[in-house]
Each structure stands twice: as C-alpha cells, then as structure tokens.
C-alpha cells in the first residue's frame, strides 16, 4: 500500500526526515497522524517512533529545529518538540517522539486498534512523497475503508484500560462503528476504567462530550462505560418522576445532554420542529460564548453538557413523598452541586471548571423561580446573576435543556415559546446593564463617615443592597442612595 497525497499539515517532516538521517537514526511516523492522513483529515500532533532513546533524541530535534522540549513521561520515554507553524500567526505542532519497542512491526504490535497500528519510514519522506510504502501489519487500511474500530490484540484493553473510552471516542469522532469482537472485550473489561488515572479519564471524556450525543451516551451506559466511569449514575436508573416527566430520572439526564446539542445549533432533537428552537435566542457572540476556551480541553459548551448530564444526579436521596401525595425532591439542587464537585474533582479538572459545573448544578432551578406568569424584574434579574456568576448564561440555556428533556414528546408550545422568551429578555438585560456601568453612589467611607458605621460585614451587605435598588431602577442618585441607607438603619435600630 502506498501514501500518494502530499498533505500540507506534514511539510514540517521534510525537515525531519533529513535531520534524523543526518544522525543515521531510523524513525517513523507512526499512530493518529497516519490514519488522518490517509482519512484526508487535518492533524498538528504527530506521533514519531525512533530506534533510539527519545529522550535523547527529542531534544536535539528541538534544537535544531527551534522549537521547545518537553519531557512528557520519563518511564516509557516519551518527549514532546511543540514547533511554531511556519507563515501562521498563531498554531503549533506537537512532536510526539517514542522508543520502538524491538522492530516496527512489534512495536505497532504494542498498540490500541488497527487504525493506529500503522507506519511510514521517515526516510522515506525526504525522497518522493509520492511512493510512500505504508508499514500495516493488522490491516488497519482495510478498517479504515469499512469503517471500524478493531483492538489489536485480545489484552489492549488491560495493557491500558483509557483505550475502552478511546475506543468509543475514536467511533463517534470518526463516523465508524466498533468491530463486534472488540465491542464484547470492551463489556468484559469496563470496570477496569476505574483504575484509569482522573486526569486521563476528564481528557477523554471532554472529547466525548465534544461529539453530538444523540446515541452515544446511552451507547456508553450499554457498554457499561459510563457508570463505570461515573458511578453515582448508576442510582438514577428507574428513578420514577412526576408525571410533567417523560423519562425516569436517568434517561432525563441523557436527554439533557442531548437537548444541549440542540439548543447551541450542534445536533438535533428527535421530539421537536425547527420552529421549537426557532423562538431560543442566537447570536453569533452566543455561538462564540459557548466555544470559549474553559480550561485545558474544556469549552463553555462541553461543561454545560458535562452539568446537564449531572444536574439531577442527587434526586434519588431528595425524593420524598409530601402529604398531599406529591413527589417531592426538595435541595437536590444544592446536595447534586456537591456531589457533582467530588466528581470533577476525582477526575481531576481544574478549579475553574469544577466552580462552573458546581454553579450550573447548584442554580439550574432558578431561571423557572425568577417570574411567575411574567416577565422577571430588573431586581430578580441582578440576584440572578449575582448569585450565578460566570455561570449566569450557561444555566439558563440548562434550563431550557432541562425543560425539553422534561416534557420530551408532550412539549406544551405555549409554555416553551413563554420559557423561550423569558430567556431572550434576561439575556437583553444583562447584555444591557453590561453595556452601561452605573455611577457608584455611596460607598465604605461613605457610611463610617456620614453615619458612623464601624467597618465590618455590615458595610458590606448595605453597599450590596444599594446596588441592588439601583439595578432595579428604585435610587439613581447620591441623595437617593443615602436616604435609602438612612432609612435602612433606621428601621433596623427599631
């Protein structure tokens, strides 16, 4: 089998090649950039396998090349050369070098699925793009052609247990369905993901959540994936809930996720016309908003999909039967906020995110609380978004989510165009408050000279509550604002 196309994203190789030759050293490109290069697909991580030391040999390249080194894994001996793209403002490569492990061929022996499992020599390159000869033993260019994901060997799975999420992760990224012998190894040994390390397990499960989850969440749980990986799912299974619920309480948090592709214009809803997402409100700042960058692989959009998934995940210990025979789940918005930290904080993400995740979690009720029958007031609308923070336009597209994977096929029109529009006017409030900063009126020095205040937690929660009456529109001068606090401490010291 032959490389016939010259792909633009490995002119960087040319250079490469002639250098490790140079150095009489034999290497090859190896892994993910192999198969996306046969797939036509664009790639800046490029995976090197060299008979040699890798850690000695990386640096050097780095050097040469002017790039940086980074020491990536001592152990297996894998070191990483990050190379700014040349003529691009921005944009880097990544270099991944690796130790072969005996011979090529035992080397790819070594290696999760076919599709990685194959090889160019490097050497090549610096003679004739043109007459490449592909290094396949496992017929991974065959899978590719049918589409599959196929482990190499029976043990890939427990020589390194992250390849069960990789797997799915590869199928969905790629359009490809996974082989039916390795499907079966991925159910037997699934359990093993609990002993993958957090940090491994957030980064494949953000690529996951990267993916329109129409069918592959419940895909997950069938393999046995996603309780295995997330435990604390596993109780919301059969969770009955009122009657406005379609779904029990786990089906409804996987419709959730799947809602949230809908709503940010990135997948469908199987219950619902186009002239039911026609009314939620869409910007092009919204769009960018949702794919902002969070943190090391996370976006605005993955962390909501990822607190969409959990928001109801303390409802079976809330559930509670009241007098009148109603189900009730009361706090298990603050109790679910909690558990949802232990989670992320497991898996290792970052402060920020699991702050989000914990905000969306904590207030995903809240946008239903802020009008009844009405439009909310400018005071409810400031709570709002004072007690949301960052996570203010996040949650409400949640509640929408929330609402669809609610009412599922028996979705009241009039009720979601009400909830719909709601959301559009919060959001026009916020975008106009931000867009003009109100004039302190009164501030600390204010109340301990002019009322004699002693400087404490008092001071706080009277500036809090000015602010408050001049978001709502009730005090737009100085006189106001300190007859507002003259009367507060008046009625206080009755």
């Known amino acids: 089998m032959k490389l016939f196309a010259q792909p633009k994203e490995l002119l960087i190789l040319n250079k490469l090649s002639r250098l490790l030759a140079e150095q009489g050293i034999r290497a090859y490109l190896v892994g993910g950039c192999v198969r996306d290069t046969l797939l036509a697909r664009d790639t800046v991580d490029i995976d090197i396998a060299v008979e040699a030391d890798a850690l000695e040999v990386a640096p050097r390249v780095a050097t040469a090349l002017g790039g940086r080194y980074v020491l990536l894994d001592e152990v297996n001996r894998v070191g990483r050369v990050i190379l700014a793209m040349e003529g691009a403002t921005e944009g880097q490569w990544k270099l991944d070098f690796t130790t072969v492990k005996g011979n090529i061929e035992q080397d790819l022996a070594q290696r999760d699925f076919t599709i990685d499992a194959m090889a160019v020599n490097l050497g090549e390159l610096a003679e004739d793009y043109t007459a490449i000869q592909l290094i396949d033993p496992f017929d991974g260019w065959g899978d590719l052609h049918r589409g599959v994901i196929r482990a190499v060997s029976p043990t890939a799975f427990e020589s390194d247990a992250v390849r069960l999420l990789r797997a799915v992760r590869l199928a969905g990224e790629l359009g490809f369905s996974l082989d039916t012998q390795t499907e079966a190894l991925i159910q037997r040994y699934c359990n093993l993901i609990a002993s993958v390390a957090g940090e491994r397990i957030r980064e494949e499960l953000l690529r996951l959540l990267a993916i329109p989850q129409s069918k592959l969440l419940p895909y997950l749980d069938e393999l046995g994936l996603l309780t295995a990986m997330i435990p604390e799912l596993n109780q919301l299974k059969g969770v009955k809930q009122p009657k406005e619920h379609f779904w029990d309480v786990f089906n409804h948090s ?223 001068s100085r006189q106001e604002a300190l007859a507002y606090v003259r009367e507060r401490l008046a009625t206080e010291a009755v």
């Open 254 to 476: 996987i419709k959730t996720v799947v809602a949230v592709d809908f709503l940010l214009r990135q997948g469908g809803w199987e219950y619902a016309t186009e002239e039911v997402l026609a009314v939620v409100p869409w910007s092009a700042a919204l769009a960018h908003y949702f794919e902002l960058e969070v943190s090391s692989g996370s976006t605005r959009r993955s962390l909501l999909k990822l607190a969409a998934l959990l928001h109801d995940i303390a409802k079976p210990q809330a559930k509670a039967i009241d007098e009148g025979g109603r189900m009730r789940f009361l706090g298990h918005a603050k109790e679910g906020a909690a558990i949802a930290v232990n989670i992320l904080e497991r898996l290792r993400f970052s402060g920020k995110e699991v702050r989000l995740v914990e905000a969306m979690v904590r207030y995903h009720l809240r946008p239903g609380q802020m009008g009844l029958n009405e439009l909310p007031s400018r005071r409810a609308i400031y709570r709002y978004f004072r007690d949301t923070g960052e996570a203010g336009f996040d949650v409400l597209f949640l509640s929408l989510a929330d609402h669809l994977a609610t009412r599922g096929p028996r979705l009241n029109p009039a009720q979601w165009q009400e909830h719909a529009q709601m959301v559009e006017y919060v959001l026009a409030q916020r975008f106009e408050q931000e867009s003009f900063v109100p004039p302190k009126l009164v501030d600390g020095h204010d109340l301990i000279n002019i009322f004699g205040m002693s400087p404490g937690p008092k001071i706080g929660q009277l500036l809090e509550a000015v602010r408050e009456a001049q978001a709502a529109g009730e005090l737009t």
